[in-house]
Every structure is written in structure tokens, then in C-alpha cells.
């Protein structure tokens, strides 16, 4: 499309595709936020927008467009509700976005640059972020029978896989834990040699976050 055709765009352009939660991939524009029914003549670039978080804060950007006058902010809830949720914020001349934001916050964002003759770029691209807690770490049990050991792990809410790391004991240094993926399980039987001696401890994580360890546990395999 060049500069100066019309275009017509009737509602909600494309379907919403679901996305894994608390790391949802970058969407394209057409498929989230709907443009206005009517005759669209497109004047003005798009602007690029980069969007960061740390802790509770998001810091939002997003490139100057020449001969732009202003800009709007748009949000949306994620999951996606559909064209009614979609909110804009007249961010005036501004380039730049910072806010705290309470936990469990997750919205889409995206930035149209507009001119004073009341043209209005496309939008940026869409981005999302989510402020959702970190996962609670675990509490991990194990128990030996004989050659036996079993470990188990209380599950925490929205985790998507839990790692299990080993390291001997005695303790030689961080060089020395070990870990295993071990997907949606809580819990493992395997059969060790006598004599095999290790800390144990367990971590959860969604997609984009890890709890950090659970209890440490030593076990010790005796005899049979």
C-alpha cells in the first residue's frame, strides 16, 4: 500500500489467536486491534514501539514519526476480549510511557501517530506484558525404601514444568549440580546404588518466570 490510497476496513479484521500465558508472542496488528469502519486515507508512517519491564514497572516507546502532531496509546486485556475492550490514551507529543502497575496486570499495547490534519498512521506493532507473581516455589519430600528413592512436590498454581536439581554430597561446588526437566510431574521413583548420597531440590517456572528453590533435601540410599 502506498502513500495517499484508500483503503476500507470493515470491524474486526482476523481471528483472535490464543497464546500461552505470561509469555504470549508478538501478535500481528490486524488479528488484535480492529481499525474504524469508514475510508482511511494513510498519511502518516507507523510508529516502532519497544516495550520493558522490570519488577512492577513497564517502560513504553516508541519512534518519532516526521510530521506526526501527537500520538495514541492503545491497550487491551490479555487474554483478548474483543474490539469493545480496546481503550486509547491521547498521549499528546509524547514518545515515552512509564507506569507502576498492580500485580496479575497483563495487557496488549500499541501506538498510532496521527497529523494535524487529522491523519492517522496504522498500527505499531502490537506488544504485550504481563505483570503476573512469580510462581511459589515448591515444598519437595523424599523418602528411600531399600535402593528406592521417591520425591514428590506439591504443584504450584499456573507453572507450566518443574526442574530437579542434584548435586553429591558432600557438597563440591556449584560446578557440580545437575538438574532434570521433568515436565508437569510432581513426583519420581528411580532406583540408585547403595551408598549414593545427594541434596535435591526442585523449582517451578511459567513462561517467562522461575520460583527459585524449594526446601534443599539430603538423602542417603542404604542398603537393601
Not at 523418602?143 to 554430597?169: F, K, R
Request: aromatic share 14%; hydrophobic share 35%; proline share 8%.
Amino acid at each position: 500500500m502506498k502513500v495517499g490510497d484508500r483503503i476500507y476496513i470493515y470491524g474486526f479484521l482476523g481471528a483472535y489467536t490464543e497464546c500461552m500465558m505470561y509469555h504470549p508472542p508478538t501478535l500481528d496488528v490486524a488479528t488484535m486491534f480492529p481499525s474504524f469502519i469508514g475510508d482511511l486515507v494513510i498519511e502518516t508512517v507507523a510508529p516502532t514501539m519497544t516495550l520493558s519491564t522490570q519488577g512492577l514497572f513497564v517502560d513504553v516507546s516508541w519512534t518519532e514519526v516526521p510530521g506526526a502532531t501527537g500520538y495514541t496509546l492503545y491497550y487491551a486485556p490479555y487474554p483478548f476480549l474483543g474490539p469493545g475492550s480496546v481503550i486509547g490514551v491521547d498521549m499528546g507529543t509524547a514518545t515515552s510511557f512509564d507506569a507502576e502497575l498492580m500485580e496479575d496486570a497483563a495487557y496488549y499495547v500499541a501506538i498510532k501517530a496521527h497529523d494535524a490534519a487529522g491523519h492517522t498512521s496504522d498500527y505499531s506493532n502490537v506488544d504485550v506484558f504481563t505483570q503476573l507473581p512469580y510462581p511459589t516455589p515448591p515444598v519437595l519430600t523424599a523418602t528411600t525404601d531399600g535402593t528406592t528413592l521417591n520425591v514428590s512436590w506439591t504443584p504450584v498454581a499456573h507453572a507450566q514444568g518443574y526442574t530437579l536439581y542434584y548435586a553429591p554430597y558432600p557438597y563440591a561446588g556449584e560446578e557440580t549440580i545437575g538438574s532434570i526437566e521433568m515436565g508437569t510431574s510432581t513426583e519420581s521413583t528411580v532406583t540408585l546404588p547403595t551408598g549414593s548420597s545427594y541434596y535435591l531440590a526442585v523449582e517451578a517456572y511459567d513462561g517467562t518466570k522461575r520460583s527459585g528453590y524449594s526446601n534443599v533435601v539430603l538423602f542417603t540410599i542404604g542398603s537393601p
